[in-house]
């Protein structure tokens, strides 16, 4: 047996090797690479996924996990050992089902699709991309029908993402959450928004990366083990447990940009930096769900980082790295600002309250288009439509509507936003359960100390990557599923005091 473990970890740390690099590979595409490097990495990145996909779905792992199960099923369901084999599993029987032949199709239509995206938005002309956009809808549902057997035909691929999350339980969840949002969102824009002019004045680019490398290295980013680099669309990546990466963008017009999108990074890099080591190099070794990984992010950039607290301990730096600009700005000015609510565009920039009615819209498109009740043609359409009902404004062009986020132009249309919500939903509920257990996180804060709740959550989640499902964490850290009261209690905690509700 113990032969057979260790010839399973050989081939998932040399399968796990071969992604790393094509992590690097892409993080240097996104940060560093000329222009002119595209076409090759293009076909490097293709080259280095088809071979981990080819050494994943080999046989001789089914083989191997096979012939492990018995002794994984004597050992305890929490041991290292009988989770690799049963996480491992669980990957192999959803991979094996799909021909690495469409996987390089897929991929090789993906990257061209993205190629036009980002010509296409620019000029805001759907009619380019349109065509490629049909197309990806086409192997979405292909993908999707790799999996026979499910409810709804948008259920496998959100599993991709959210393992075991159903378009049935999501609809519901939703649907509550509407509900109380709509009126909350109705009563804060009647009154008048706050003033945030403090954060539109000119800001030099060196100086916001600085103050911002400061704040997210107290909150517990450690750059020992992470690097802070420049990118149009901020992301984090991770090559091990010692080498987790974030990136931002710097609006010298725009403070909150670099610094808030820093500690929303920042979150997923502690989530990642917070893995046991020995779950590296295995499909254990890094966050469980997108839903649990946007629940570290918003976590640390909404919960604590948009927090009065917070604001006592780094106002006053942001105030010393900013005398001109802020030192004649009161903190409550800051604070009202850095919370202001608004109606607006673009999913990305939208503020805490209004933010889950831009990734529901998304959502129930993708559903439709799935279904086949909305055709690609009429989606520009149907977008401006629902975005007037559920946001209030109407879009000007296609540029800031239907083309404004990569992910159907960079992927498979389906599973791409509910991870967004599903995380507002339960950064809010994980941090209730902090304060439970340590009510001084609160004052600790206004030190400047994040040692208490971070340690919390390395203890209860992030030093178990993927060991154990979404829902079983959920679970764990909260004694129950996902609810949407405890969120819905700090929104109106939050906005109750700011603005009449
Ligand atoms: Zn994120």
Known sequence: ???????????????????????????????????????????????LARLAQEKFVDPAIGKLLDELQPYAESLPYDSTTASLVRVTRRKYEREVRVPPA????????????????????????????????????????????????????IDPLVDYADYSMKASTLKTLFADLRVELVPIVQAITSQPPADDSC?????????????????????????????????????????????????????????????????????????????????????????????????QSRLWENIVGRSRDFCEYAYPRLQAAFPEQLGEVPMETFYRAINRVERSLI????????????????????????????????LPEAWRERFKVDIGINPPDDRDGVLQDVHWYGGIIGGAFQGYTLGNVLGAAFF????????????????????????????????????????????RLTGGPIRIEPYLHYLRTKYGELYTL
């Open 1 to 47: 047996m113990e032969h057979k473990l260790q010839e399973l970890k050989r081939r998932l740390l040399e399968i796990d090797n071969l992604e790393k690099a094509a992590a690097v590979l892409s993080w240097d595409q996104s940060t560093y690479m000329p222009p002119g490097g595209a076409e090759a990495r293009g076909r490097q990145l293709a080259t």
């Open 102 to 153: 469409f996987v390089g199709e897929l991929f090789e239509h993906s990257a061209q699709a993205y190629q036009v995206w980002t010509e296409a938005r620019p000029a805001n002309d759907f009619a380019r991309v349109q065509p490629l956009l049909e197309k990806t809808l086409e192997y979405s549902r292909r993908l999707a029908d790799f999996f026979p057997g499910y409810e709804h035909i």
């Open 199 to 295: 954060l539109r004045k000119q800001f030099p680019h060196a100086a916001q990366l600085a103050i911002s490398k400061e704040i997210v290295a107290q909150m517990g980013y450690d750059f020992q083990r992470g690097r802070l680099d420049l990118t149009h669309h901020p992301f984090e990546t991770n090559f091990s447990v010692g080498d987790v990466r974030i990136t931002t963008r710097v609006k010298e017009n725009q403070l909150s940009e670099c610094l808030y999108g820093v500690l929303h990074e920042g979150g997923h890099g502690m989530y990642e930096q917070g893995v046991r080591p020995e779950l590296e190099g295995s499909p254990m070794g890094g966050g469980a769900s997108a839903g649990l990984h946007e629940s």
């Open 347 to 378: 999913r990305v920039d939208a503020d805490e309250v209004t933010y889950n009615l831009h990734v529901m819209l998304r959502f129930d498109f993708e559903m439709a288009l799935l279904e086949g009740s909305l055709a690609v043609r009429d």
């Open 432 to 475: 209730d359960q902090a304060l439970k257990a340590h009510p001084e996180i609160p004052a600790e804060m206004r030190q400047g100390n994040f040692g208490t709740l971070r340690g919390w959550l390395v203890d209860n989640l992030y030093q178990h990557g993927s060991m154990f499902t979404a829902p079983e964490l959920i679970e």
